[in-house]
Every structure is written in C-alpha cells, then in structure tokens.
C-alpha cells in the first residue's frame, strides 16, 4: 500500500538495513555543474567544485563565508543550490520532516561577490519555510511558509506575502499527506521563465476527514494529532491551478474543466514560455489522463492530449524514481517526451507540441524503468532497462527520431544491476554495480563508450567477487502456467538429502518488487544472526501485479484483485516449489513482510493455512476500506463499483481461517496504515477465538524505527518468535 508507499516504502524505507552497503556505493545524487564537466560538493565545510576528468578542485564557496554574523560555526547544511549565474548561494538548513521527506527548515541566502549572509524569511516562524527558489533573473526568492507563499526582495529583503487564506487543510504552494505519500506531489509553485509570475496549487483538504492520532507516550495527557487523510471512497481534495503576477498580487485561475472532486492534478509546469502552461489531470479512477495548455493571462484551457486505460496510467513519479517535476521539452519547445504503456509496453514517445503527432523512441517487446538523461543536442535518450532478465537493470540510449536502433552502454559482462547519474550533455556519468554475488563498487566514466575515467580505478579491475556465495536465482512456473522470478538462499553446508525450514520474504503489490539482482537484496534485515548459518532457507518470489519489466499486462493483472491474484501467485509458486524441492520441510514454513508485505503476510496464512505456518506481519492494511484513495482506487477501482473485490481483498475477511502461529506487529503513531487497521483485525482475531501474539509500538510509525532501542526491540521480538515456531537446522 504506500511510499514510503505501502508499495514503495516497504523496499526504500524497511528494506534500509538490508541495502544500505549497496546504498553507499549507488550513483547518488551530483550537483553537476551546468556544462556537465564537473561536479560540487561540500569538504570541510566549503563547496568544492571537481572536474570530472582531472579530479582538479577549485573552493566556490568558504566555510567562513557561512558564518552568520553573531555565531562562531558555519551553517550545517547538505542541502544548497545556485543561482544560474553562480552569484547567489541558497542553502537549506535546520530542517524538520513533513510526513515522510525533511522539508521544512530555515533558508540562507549568500552573495558570492559581497560575502554577504542573510536569513530568508526573517520574521516569520523558524524552521517553517518550504521549496524556497530564486528566480530566473537572481532578483527574488519565494518561498512557502505555514501554508502560504511569499516572496523576498534579495536586494532589499522586503517580503511580500502573496496568499493569505492558507490554514493547515487549505494549502497554497504544497500538498496534502495524500498528494505526497501516492502521487510524489510536494513542491507546489513554480517560477516562470521572465520571473514575473508565480504558478501554484492550491489544494481545498478542508472537506476530507480528519484520521485522529493520539500521542500518548510524550506527556502525561494524550494529544490529539489530525491528519488530514482521504479513506477509498471519499472524493478526492478540489484542487485548482493559479498564477500570481508578482506586479499587481492578482492571481489569476486556471479554468480546468470537470469536478475537481473527480480529478488528480499531479504535474504542472510553464509550457517552455511565460505565456502558459502545461498540466496534466487524471479522472478519480485514474485510467483516462489529459494534458492541457492553460493562458495564464485569460485562464483559458485547451485540452490537445487523451489517454485512457482499461486499469490504470502511472504518472511521471512512478517512471521517475519518485519525482512528478519538470517536463522534458526538446526542439526549442517544438517536442516533448512522453512516457506510456499504451502499446502494452512501458516506452518513451515524442510528441508534438499540439499532441497531434507522436513517433514511438524505445520500440520493442520491452519496458524501461526510467530515463536517465536527454542529451537534445546530440538528440539520445539515455534509460534504464533489461529486456531480457527483469531482475536487473542495464542503461541503453536511442535516437530520439525513432529510426535509431537500441544501443546497450552498460558492460554485457557486467551481469546484474547497474545504475548512473548522467551530466549534463552526457558526457560523463557516476556508474555504480552490483549483483547478488558482487560487492557494490562504482567509478567515473565516460560516455557514451562506457569507458572508466582512471583504469586503476575501475569497476571491472577492482571487483570483488565472493565465488562461494549461496544465492541462486530461479524462474518457478505455477500450475496456472505462470512463470515468476525468485530467488533462495540456501544454509551453509546444505545437504540435499535433509529437510530445511523455509522462510518466504513477501511483498506482492503493484508498488515494489522483491526480486532484484543486486548485493544483499536478499539478507533479512530484521533476523539477530546468519540465517544461513542457523539453518534456514530463504526464499522470494516476484507474482504479477508487481512493477517488474515483464509488461503493462503483467503489472496491470492485478487490476481490482489485491489480495488474492497476488496471494494466488505466492501460494502456487510455494507449492510447486515444495513439490519439486525435497530438501524444504513442509512442516516448517514461515512468511513475513511488512507494510503491503505485511498485508499478503495475513492473507497468504489465512488463505493458505496448509501451507504457511509460521507468520510475521508488520503495518499491514488489514482492511482496504481502511486505506487512502488514490493508492486503492488506482489498482482496485472505486468500491461503490466493486466492493466485493474490497472486501474479498482484505486480510480481515479470511481471520477466521487462522490455524498457524502468527505474530502481528504495528506502530500505534502510523499516519500512512493507522492504527485502525491493527484493532479492526484484533477484533476479529479475538472474535473467533483465535490466539496469536501482537505487538504495539507506542507512538511510532509505519516505519517503527522511532525511540530508544525500538529497532534492537524488532529485530530481537522478530527472531525470538520464527526460531520458537519455525526451528532453524537441518533435519
């Protein structure tokens, strides 16, 4: 279910542990300089900036020209950006978590030339200011602050406040916890391209129902915490689209047809000009999608683009690593790239700018997962994909004429999972490795022939290798006919002629994958031990609905069936596995996930009791009429349409069916599955007499990582339980 999604936030949030060595070798975030040559980074305090070919390192920015006046440290920041000319610093500092993202803190302004530092938003509350830009020409920043937007003279420091109708559930120039969590919606205004205007959302949250939290653990009286939080069959928040012309503070609105209680704005930008611009709106059920120019002088719109689906249509942030910003403009705006799965294939399309002509780019029985870089001068794309194994990752590019062939760029001996963070022009990238046997290394190349920048610095020379590794990667065809990626990891010294217990990893929603060909994507982060050395198998398999490269009608299958197509899928590959596997012990099957991992953790022990015997189950949504809108709506329709996939979905419908040893786990302080789910399901354990061990965490959420001790806590409550009910060793 959600990001940090149910889907999402299961593999980047909870998976943190198992992949941080992985993470620490990625192709990060770089702040490329704009001619794609060289890069910035903090040392010491000081903003460096590094060519890329000659590692030769010149100080842009001093320590000591961060010191505010009155203080004897420079700021602390990670943070920062400048202004097209380099004259101006912005950096970001003294920030406070939003829900799931640290958006929110103090901003500094520093004049290069003047060494001059001074705080933004002088006046108004500390830590409360939000996306704060500079503009264009370097004359002004603006900025949101409790809901509000303003601006700032950076001359004068004069700030303007351009709304005032802002509150915590009508929200101008950010969004509410729906829009962040399920459409990647959190920087809400835009400067146009002269700096005379500022487009912005304004989202009405003041009709949705308010989900009650309590806070219970940090003073002796409870506090009531509201969020804001739109359950499946609540409309969605009316939003509106304006433009504030900064010379008279009049804000002009867009004029979007249809209700906005039946519609999703999730992109806006300027269309390439200041004159107007570009969104896109997708319907309550999220399978038609319509792009429109609006004139911000008259408010007027023209629809010039449609697209529907029979299930669903993902928007910018589920192809772009979370991020629904900018639009890909090519030909001096003549051009734009599109991204759908209208042909049955995730692919990436060139369309006119009057949406009256489109030429297929990336043509072929495969999907991309994300473009990496558009090279316009040179006209490439660059993307990431794998047409031939869905479990890794490879960058290719294309002409983006259509008539180019696909090139592969990354090493075809160089088996796994590759990911880069291309410069501008691509010209050079950060490469990063890995695979389930390889320990994940990185380097700088060149592109596009691939080639590392320092050869004694290389991947391929620098390679480490652990040849005795005990993960095997597997293809398991159900009696359905259906072939599902997986992988095992099996016990030091195995001998085929025991028995083992096996434990099943499990995610199984549209929103994340678990079978990835990378460096531990397969270590069981919450385990206090080796697994393989106590004696157990592991085991994951990928069922459709997932988001692997397989194809729109593989991830699309599970269109109105979570929570049994997915738990279809799981149980038929484990008995097919058990039917040809002698070695796994029959009598000793555990699984266990968490969030949406957590929910097919339930259903696949109440379902399949003959199966499963052992389960662990961590902020699972235990009744889907319990989640938010935008995520169940999306993959499972409107419940007024179909609540009997509602209700047959959700792990609270089979609880009766429970027979095997289940250990149910949630935070009490989860905003995204709250803690109604956990006590509806309580209830209906407690109803039919079932027995079973729960675990509340007290304030914390769907992470449950908050608090002294609390993960030790997990991880020790979490082993205790599978080795007392699922015994380790071989037998």
Same mark, same amino acid.
């Given at each position: 279910?959600?990001?940090?999604?149910?889907?999402?936030?299961?593999?980047?949030?909870?998976?943190?542990?198992?992949?941080?060595?992985?993470?620490?070798?990625?192709?990060?975030?770089?702040?490329?300089?704009?001619?794609?040559?060289?890069?910035?980074?903090?040392?010491?305090?000081?903003?460096?900036?590094?060519?890329?070919?000659?590692?030769?390192?010149?100080?842009?920015?001093?320590?000591?020209?961060?010191?505010?006046?009155?203080?004897?440290?420079?700021?602390?920041?990670?943070?920062?950006?400048?202004?097209?000319?380099?004259?101006?610093?912005?950096?970001?500092?003294?920030?406070?978590?939003?829900?799931?993202?640290?958006?929110?803190?103090?901003?500094?302004?520093?004049?290069?030339?003047?060494?001059?530092?001074?705080?933004?938003?002088?006046?108004?509350?500390?830590?409360?200011?939000?996306?704060?830009?500079?503009?264009?020409?370097?004359?002004?920043?603006?900025?949101?602050?409790?809901?509000?937007?303003?601006?700032?003279?950076?001359?004068?420091?004069?700030?303007?406040?351009?709304?005032?109708?802002?509150?915590?559930?009508?929200?101008?120039?950010?969004?509410?916890?729906?829009?962040?969590?399920?459409?990647?919606?959190?920087?809400?205004?835009?400067?146009?391209?002269?700096?005379?205007?500022?487009?912005?959302?304004?989202?009405?949250?003041?009709?949705?129902?308010?989900?009650?939290?309590?806070?219970?653990?940090?003073?002796?009286?409870?506090?009531?915490?509201?969020?804001?939080?739109?359950?499946?069959?609540?409309?969605?928040?009316?939003?509106?689209?304006?433009?504030?012309?900064?010379?008279?503070?009049?804000?002009?609105?867009?004029?979007?047809?249809?209700?906005?209680?039946?519609?999703?704005?999730?992109?806006?930008?300027?269309?390439?000009?200041?004159?107007?611009?570009?969104?896109?709106?997708?319907?309550?059920?999220?399978?038609?999608?319509?792009?429109?120019?609006?004139?911000?002088?008259?408010?007027?719109?023209?629809?010039?683009?449609?697209?529907?689906?029979?299930?669903?249509?993902?928007?910018?942030?589920?192809?772009?690593?979370?991020?629904?910003?900018?639009?890909?403009?090519?030909?001096?705006?003549?051009?734009?790239?599109?991204?759908?799965?209208?042909?049955?294939?995730?692919?990436?399309?060139?369309?006119?700018?009057?949406?009256?002509?489109?030429?297929?780019?990336?043509?072929?029985?495969?999907?991309?997962?994300?473009?990496?870089?558009?090279?316009?001068?040179?006209?490439?794309?660059?993307?990431?994909?794998?047409?031939?194994?869905?479990?890794?990752?490879?960058?290719?590019?294309?002409?983006?004429?259509?008539?180019?062939?696909?090139?592969?760029?990354?090493?075809?001996?160089?088996?796994?999972?590759?990911?880069?963070?291309?410069?501008?022009?691509?010209?050079?990238?950060?490469?990063?490795?890995?695979?389930?046997?390889?320990?994940?290394?990185?380097?700088?190349?060149?592109?596009?022939?691939?080639?590392?920048?320092?050869?004694?610095?290389?991947?391929?020379?620098?390679?480490?290798?652990?040849?005795?590794?005990?993960?095997?990667?597997?293809?398991?065809?159900?009696?359905?006919?259906?072939?599902?990626?997986?992988?095992?990891?099996?016990?030091?010294?195995?001998?085929?002629?025991?028995?083992?217990?096996?434990?099943?990893?499990?995610?199984?929603?549209?929103?994340?994958?678990?079978?990835?060909?990378?460096?531990?994507?397969?270590?069981?982060?919450?385990?206090?031990?080796?697994?393989?050395?106590?004696?157990?198998?592991?085991?994951?398999?990928?069922?459709?609905?997932?988001?692997?490269?397989?194809?729109?009608?593989?991830?699309?299958?599970?269109?109105?069936?979570?929570?049994?197509?997915?738990?279809?899928?799981?149980?038929?590959?484990?008995?097919?596995?058990?039917?040809?596997?002698?070695?796994?012990?029959?009598?000793?099957?555990?699984?266990?996930?968490?969030?949406?991992?957590?929910?097919?953790?339930?259903? $696949?022990?109440?379902?399949?009791? %003959?199966? =499963?015997?052992? @389960?662990?189950? #961590?902020?699972?949504?235990? !009744? +889907?009429?319990?989640?938010?809108?935008?995520?169940?709506?999306?993959?499972?329709? $409107?419940?007024?349409?179909?609540? %009997?996939? =509602?209700?047959? @979905?959700?792990? #609270?419908?089979?609880?009766? !069916? +429970?027979?095997?040893?289940?250990?149910?786990?949630?935070?009490?302080?989860?905003?995204?599955?709250?803690?109604?789910?956990?006590?509806?399901?309580?209830?209906?354990? #407690?109803?039919?007499?079932?027995?079973?061990?729960?675990?509340?965490?007290?304030?914390?959420?769907?992470?449950?990582?908050?608090?002294?001790?609390?993960?030790?806590?997990?991880?020790?409550?979490?082993?205790?339980?599978?080795?007392?009910?699922?015994?380790?060793?071989?037998?």
């Amino acid at each position: 279910m959600s990001t940090i999604k149910l889907k999402f936030s299961c593999l980047v949030i909870f998976l943190f542990i198992s992949i941080s060595l992985f993470s620490q070798f990625r192709a990060k975030e770089i702040n490329w300089t704009p001619d794609g040559n060289a890069y910035l980074q903090l040392k010491d305090g000081n903003i460096v900036r590094t060519d890329v070919k000659t590692n030769d390192e010149t100080t842009i920015v001093k320590r000591e020209q961060l010191i505010p006046t009155g203080s004897d440290s420079p700021l602390s920041f990670n943070i920062y950006s400048f202004s097209p000319d380099y004259k101006t610093l912005l950096i970001f500092t003294n920030t406070a978590k939003v829900w799931r993202y640290h958006t929110r803190g103090d901003y500094w302004i520093l004049d290069v030339a003047s060494n001059q530092l001074t705080q933004l938003g002088k006046g108004l509350p500390s830590q409360s200011l939000m996306f704060a830009k500079i503009s264009p020409d370097g004359k002004n920043a603006a900025y949101v602050s409790e809901h509000n937007l303003y601006v700032e003279d950076l001359s004068t420091h004069k700030i303007t406040q351009l709304t005032s109708d802002g509150t915590r559930k009508f929200i101008n120039g950010t969004f509410d916890w729906v829009y962040e969590e399920e459409l990647g919606c959190r920087d809400g205004f835009r400067w146009s391209p002269d700096s005379k205007m500022i487009a912005f959302w304004q989202v009405d949250a003041t009709k949705i129902r308010d989900y009650y939290m309590l806070n219970t653990t940090d003073s002796p009286y409870s506090r009531i915490i509201p969020v804001e939080y739109p359950k499946v069959g609540q409309p969605p928040s009316p939003v509106r689209i304006g433009v504030i012309m900064l010379n008279t503070d009049n804000i002009k609105w867009m004029d979007i047809p249809g209700d906005p209680q039946e519609h999703y704005l999730p992109r806006m930008e300027w269309a390439d000009n200041s004159n107007e611009l570009v969104l896109q709106q997708l319907n309550r059920k999220q399978n038609e999608s319509k792009l429109f120019y609006c004139d911000v002088n008259t408010g007027s719109t023209t629809n010039f683009y449609t697209e529907d689906d029979k299930a669903w249509i993902d928007i910018k942030s589920r192809w772009n690593n979370d991020d629904p910003m900018g639009w890909d403009w090519l030909h001096n705006g003549k051009d734009f790239l599109w991204v759908s799965e209208k042909d049955g294939w995730r692919h990436i399309f060139l369309v006119s700018r009057d949406g009256k002509k489109e030429t297929l780019i990336t043509k072929g029985n495969y999907d991309i997962e994300n473009i990496k870089c558009i090279d316009d001068k040179n006209n490439y794309v660059y993307f990431m994909a794998s047409p031939n194994n869905a479990t890794q990752l490879y960058l290719y590019r294309v002409k983006m004429d259509g008539k180019g062939k696909l090139e592969l760029l990354s090493p075809a001996d160089m088996v796994g999972t590759h990911d880069y963070n291309i410069s501008p022009g691509a010209k050079y990238a950060m490469h990063s490795f890995s695979n389930y046997k390889t320990f994940p290394a990185r380097e700088w190349i060149s592109l596009p022939d691939h080639k590392p920048l320092d050869a004694n610095k290389s991947i391929a020379k620098n390679m480490k290798v652990n040849e005795n590794s005990n993960i095997e990667y597997f293809k398991v065809t159900t009696e359905d006919n259906i072939t599902l990626d997986g992988w095992v990891v099996k016990p030091d010294n195995f001998d085929s002629s025991k028995k083992y217990p096996v434990v099943f990893y499990v995610y199984g929603e549209p929103g994340s994958s678990t079978v990835g060909d990378r460096y531990r994507a397969q270590s069981n982060f919450l385990y206090n031990g080796n697994m393989s050395k106590d004696g157990y198998i592991q085991i994951s398999v990928d069922n459709r609905g997932t988001p692997s490269l397989r194809g729109a009608a593989w991830r699309k299958s599970i269109y109105g069936q979570i929570g049994r197509l997915n738990i279809h899928d799981q149980a038929m590959a484990a008995k097919k596995l058990f039917a040809e596997n002698s070695y796994l012990d029959t009598s000793r099957v555990a699984v266990w996930g968490w969030s949406g991992g957590g929910s097919s953790t339930l259903n $696949l022990m109440f379902q399949y009791p %003959d199966i =499963y015997k052992t @389960g662990i189950s #961590i902020s699972a949504v235990d !009744n +889907l009429l319990f989640y938010d809108n935008i995520y169940e709506e999306r993959y499972m329709g $409107l419940p007024q349409d179909n609540m %009997d996939n =509602y209700i047959k @979905g959700s792990p #609270i419908y089979y609880a009766k !069916n +429970l027979r095997g040893n289940l250990l149910f786990i949630h935070g009490t302080g989860d905003d995204n599955v709250q803690y109604d789910n956990a006590e509806a399901m309580l209830n209906e354990l #407690i109803k039919y007499n079932k027995t079973f061990q729960f675990m509340p965490y007290p304030n914390r959420t769907h992470s449950i990582s908050e608090g002294a001790g609390t993960r030790e806590h997990l991880s020790s409550l979490y082993t205790a339980f599978l080795r007392k009910n699922c015994p380790p060793g071989a037998r």
